[in-house]
C-alpha cells in the first residue's frame, strides 16, 4: 500500500512551528550524505537541527530515539521528504535495527521515541522539548516482529508504538501515517499536539489494551486528524486518553471499541488528575463513525476505568459542533459515565442513525447530559434504561427528524445543505469565554485539508457544511 502526504497544517497557521534560529540539516536517503538514519548523531542533536528523511523504493528499518531539547524558536524537527507524487518515507519496525551505541530505553516498546535516555548514574539528563516530527510512515512496531538492538535480536511487547513519546515537552506529530502497530500512537509528554495525520490499522487482535491512539498527557490538542478502524479482530478502542487539558477538535474518528474513551489519570497518572484543567474536556468540530455492529455500542465513555474513583473526572465533557452518525442496526449509545458527577455539555451537534431499526440512547450511567440547539434521531430516548441512567435536561425541547439536510447521505456526504437544510437555524450560542478560544473556525473536509467554516454557517449545527449547494 502507498500513502500519500496528507497536510492541513495551512489552515492553522498559528499552530506551525518554524525555526528563527539557524541549526545543522543531515540530509538521509540514497546520494545523500548519511544513507542510513543511524548515521544521525541522534543523541547530540541541537535546538535548530533539522533531519531530512528522503522517500526511497524500499522501506527505511531503522530505530532511533530523540533525548535532546530544541527551544520554541529553533525546535528539533525529523522530517520526511516525499517522492515527487507525494509518498511518504517509511519507516519500517520488522527487522529494524538501532545503532548498537544508541541509549534507547525501553526499544521493544516504539519504533520511534521521544525520551530521557538512560545516562550515567545519578545523572539526570535534559527532557526533550520543542521536537516536531512530520510527514513519515510508520508501521511494524508489532508482535511477532523483531527489530535488532543492543542486547541482539529481540521481539515487540503487545503495546509497542509507532510513535512514543516517554517524556517531552512540547512535542508535536505533524503529517505522519501510523499503522500496522500495537498502539498507533502513545504519549506521556506535556503539551502534545497531533495534527493532520492518518493513523488506523493498530491494535492486537484479542485485546482489549492496544489502540489506534493512547494518550496520557498534561495539556493535549488532537486536531485535523482521521483515525480509522483497528486491525481485523482486535477490540481496542480508537482514542483512548487519560490527559489533563484534553482538546479533540475536526477529525474524522471512526470504529473502534469506542470512538472516544475519556477516562481517569489513576494512581499511576496522578500528578495529572491534580490539574485543574483535567476537569474539562473539549470535543468539537468531528466526525465520529460507528459502524454497523462494530465493537462496542458506546460512541464516547468518560469518567474512568481504573476502578480507582478518586481519580475519575468528574469535570465537564464540553461536546459540540460533532456529527455523530450511527450505522448499527440496534442501539447505540451516545454517552456511557462511569464514576458520577459528571456533566456533558451537548450544544449544536447532529446525532444520525444510518439504518431504520436503528435507535439511539443519549445516555447510560451516572451523570448528567445538557441539551441545546441538537439535531437528535426520532427513535431516540434519554437513556439506556438499564442500571444509573443519567439526568437529561432539554430532551422533550430538541428538535429531532431523520434526515437534518445531508447533501448526499446515500453516497456517505455528510457535508450539510448550506441552505434549506431542516436544521437551519437550531444552533445556540456558545458561552462568551469559549468562543474567544474554542469557537469554531473550521470544518473537516473528507479526506482533506481542513477549510475554513463560514461565519454565516454558524447557526447549522455539526461539524460540515457544503461549501455550495
Given at each position: 500500500m502507498t500513502h500519500r502526504i496528507f497536510v492541513r497544517g495551512a489552515c492553522l497557521v498559528a499552530l506551525t512551528v518554524t525555526s528563527a534560529a539557524a541549526g545543522r540539516t543531515f540530509e538521509v536517503g540514497p546520494g545523500r550524505a548519511l544513507p542510513a538514519i543511524g548515521q544521525v548523531p541522534w543523541e547530540s542533536l541541537q535546538p535548530g537541527d533539522v533531519v531530512r528523511i528522503h522517500w526511497r523504493p524500499e522501506p527505511y528499518r531503522e530505530k532511533w530515539n530523540i533525548s535532546t531539547p530544541g527551544t520554541a524558536d529553533a525546535p528539533i524537527r525529523v522530517v520526511g521528504v516525499p517522492?515527487?507524487?507525494?509518498?511518504?518515507?517509511?519507516?519500517?519496525?520488522?527487522?529494524?535495527?538501532?545503532?548498537?551505541?544508541?541509549?534507547?530505553?525501553?526499544?521493544?516498546?516504539?519504533?520511534?521515541?521521544?525520551?530521557?535516555?538512560?545516562?550515567?548514574?545519578?545523572?539526570?539528563?535534559?527532557?526533550?522539548?520543542?521536537?516536531?516530527?512530520?510527514?513519515?510512515?510508520?508501521?511494524?512496531?508489532?508482535?511477532?516482529?523483531?527489530?535488532?538492538?543492543?542486547?541482539?535480536?529481540?521481539?515487540?511487547?503487545?503495546?509497542a508504538a509507532g510513535i512514543y513519546i516517554a517524556q517531552g515537552s512540547h512535542v508535536t506529530i505533524r503529517g505522519c501515517v501510523i499503522h500496522d502497530c500495537g498502539n498507533g500512537l502513545m504519549s506521556s509528554g506535556a503539551e502534545t499536539l497531533v495534527e493532520s495525520c492518518h493513523i488506523f490499522g493498530n491494535g492486537n487482535p484479542g485485546s482489549l489494551y492496544e489502540h489506534n491512539v493512547y494518550t496520557s498527557s498534561s495539556g493535549m490538542v488532537f486536531q485535523s486528524n482521521r483515525l480509522g478502524l483497528l486491525r481485523d479482530g482486535s477490540p481496542g478502542n480508537n482514542f483512548k486518553d487519560r490527559s489533563a487539558g484534553l482538546i479533540v477538535r475536526y477529525?474524522?474518528?471512526?470504529?473502534?471499541?469506542?470512538?472516544?474513551?475519556?477516562?481517569?489519570?489513576?494512581?499511576?497518572?496522578?500528578?495529572?488528575?491534580?490539574?485543574?484543567?483535567?476537569?474539562?474536556?473539549?470535543?468539537?468540530?468531528?466526525?465520529?463513525v460507528e459502524p454497523a455492529e462494530a465493537g462496542n455500542s458506546q460512541i464516547i465513555h468518560y469518567g474512568g476505568d481504573s476502578g480507582e474513583e478518586e481519580f475519575y473526572r468528574r469535570g465537564i465533557l464540553?461536546?459540540?459542533?460533532?456529527?455523530?452518525?450511527?450505522?448499527?442496526?440496534?442501539?447505540?449509545?451516545?454517552?456511557?459515565?462511569?464514576?458520577?458527577?459528571?456533566?456533558?455539555?451537548?450544544?449544536?451537534?447532529?446525532?444520525?442513525?444510518?439504518?431504520?431499526?436503528?435507535?439511539?440512547?443519549?445516555?447510560?450511567?451516572?451523570?448528567?447530559?445538557?441539551?441545546?440547539?441538537?439535531?437528535?434521531?426520532?427513535?431516540?430516548?434519554?437513556?439506556?434504561?438499564?442500571?444509573?441512567?443519567p439526568v437529561v435536561q432539554g430532551f422533550m425541547e430538541a428538535r429531532k427528524g431523520g434526515d437534518p439536510g445531508f447533501l448526499a447521505a446515500d453516497r456517505a456526504d455528510f457535508r450539510l445543505?448550506?441552505?434549506?437544510?431542516?436544521?437551519?437555524?437550531?444552533?445556540?450560542?456558545?458561552?462568551?469565554?469559549?468562543?474567544?478560544?474554542?469557537?469554531?473556525?473550521?470544518?473537516?473536509?473528507?479526506?482533506?485539508?481542513?477549510?475554513?467554516?463560514?461565519?454565516?454557517?454558524?447557526?447549522?449545527?455539526?461539524?460540515?457544511?457544503?461549501?455550495?449547494?
Open positions: 517522492d515527487p507524487k507525494g509518498g511518504l518515507p517509511v519507516i519500517d519496525g520488522q527487522d529494524a535495527l538501532t545503532r548498537p551505541d544508541l541509549d534507547f530505553p525501553g526499544q521493544a516498546r516504539a519504533l520511534i521515541r521521544v525520551g530521557c535516555p538512560n545516562g550515567p548514574e545519578g545523572s539526570v539528563p535534559p527532557v526533550p522539548a520543542h521536537v516536531v516530527i512530520e510527514h513519515l510512515e510508520i508501521r511494524g512496531a508489532r508482535v511477532p516482529n523483531r527489530f535488532t538492538g543492543r542486547n541482539g535480536i529481540a521481539p515487540y511487547l503487545k503495546h477529525n474524522w474518528i471512526e470504529g473502534g471499541n469506542r470512538q472516544l474513551d475519556l477516562v481517569d489519570a489513576n494512581d499511576h497518572h496522578a500528578p495529572l488528575s491534580r490539574e485543574a484543567r483535567y476537569r474539562e474536556t473539549l470535543v468539537y468540530g468531528n466526525i465520529l464540553r461536546l459540540y459542533g460533532n456529527t455523530i452518525l450511527s450505522f448499527r442496526q440496534g442501539p447505540t449509545t451516545l454517552i456511557r459515565f462511569a464514576g458520577g458527577g459528571a456533566v456533558a455539555d451537548c450544544r449544536n451537534n447532529i446525532v444520525w442513525l444510518a439504518h431504520a431499526s436503528g435507535r439511539m440512547h443519549l445516555g447510560s450511567g451516572d451523570g448528567r447530559i445538557l441539551l441545546a440547539g441538537n439535531w437528535l434521531p426520532e427513535r431516540v430516548t434519554p437513556s439506556f434504561g438499564v442500571g444509573h441512567a445543505r448550506s441552505r434549506g437544510a431542516p436544521c437551519a437555524g437550531l444552533s445556540v450560542p456558545l458561552p462568551a469565554d469559549f468562543l474567544q478560544a474554542h469557537g469554531i473556525a473550521f470544518q473537516y473536509h473528507p479526506h482533506g485539508p481542513l477549510t475554513a467554516r463560514p461565519a454565516e454557517t454558524l447557526t447549522l449545527p455539526g461539524a460540515m457544511v457544503a461549501t455550495a449547494d
